[in-house]
């Protein structure tokens, strides 16, 4: 994975190359980066830099146990969205671009949180699932948005993106994979569907009878398929997503305009309302009440599995 993804060394250049054009123009990046709320760089899970000479927040999802959406990292990431809502765009602090990686080694995101989906299921808690479904699907329908601010969102992919993690990638404008990384909705194995913006999004950019076979397959999709379905926007070796993305940013300055009133005039002409994906959540509710006790067991292994080896992918 690269550097960026594990550690801050990588962002060190973006600061350190940058070239004065005198001490006003020194001063004003400087007020820029005071003017950063702190809530925003101290999250529990979510590590994010702001780079101001190009006007793009970094941020990498740094689960302290399994790298899925607990709601400990849903909060995060709601605190996420009303602190850049609130302290960035136009008349506020520069906001350009806005990236999301991981740093967990090998994983973008495994997902739902499958072992609180077990207890809720369990106790027979419809409107404990929903809740959760409907915070995910709020969060990725904001994102879809891109906050309503005139930005570019970006999703950089170092590792396994499956289930939610890969719902949550299509809400990006764009998507950067490096070559072995790996894609896949696995829930069909446990007699579930992936409930928080799959059916939305893929129907949408696939057609349906695609977007079923991604669904419904429990297929594993690398990054050249991803790609040359539409999925993935730029595919690089591995080890070089952060500086791709660094670069597709720099290259992008150029026509920003015209990419941010492109991806508007896709909202308009293919819009995912909320309403929809929480109706869709509904479904999935009541399709995980009725699952039998061996596939729970099935999706209880599978978290198992999926905390083994982050914590392997840890010690390594």
Known sequence: MDGMGNDMRETKPVFANAKPNGADALIERANRRLAVPEALTSLDELDVLYDDKIAALWTFMRPTGRPSFTPPMLGDFERWQDLIGRNFGPEKLPLRYLLLGSRAPGVFCFGGDLELFAQ???????????????????ILERNIRALDLPLITIGLVQGQALGGGFEALLSFDFIIAERSATFGLPEIMFGLFPGMGAHAILTRKLGSAMADRLILSNETWNAEQMYDLGIVDVLVEDGQGVEAAREFMVKSERRHPGLV?????????????LAELCQIVDLWADAALDLSPSDLKLMQRLASAQSRLADRSRAA
């Open 120 to 138: 809720l299921i369990r106790r027979g808690d419809r409107d404990g699932l929903r809740h959760y479904g409907y915070r995910c699907v709020r």
């Open 261 to 273: 009133a492109a991806k508007k005039a896709t909202r308009i002409s293919a819009p995912t309302p």
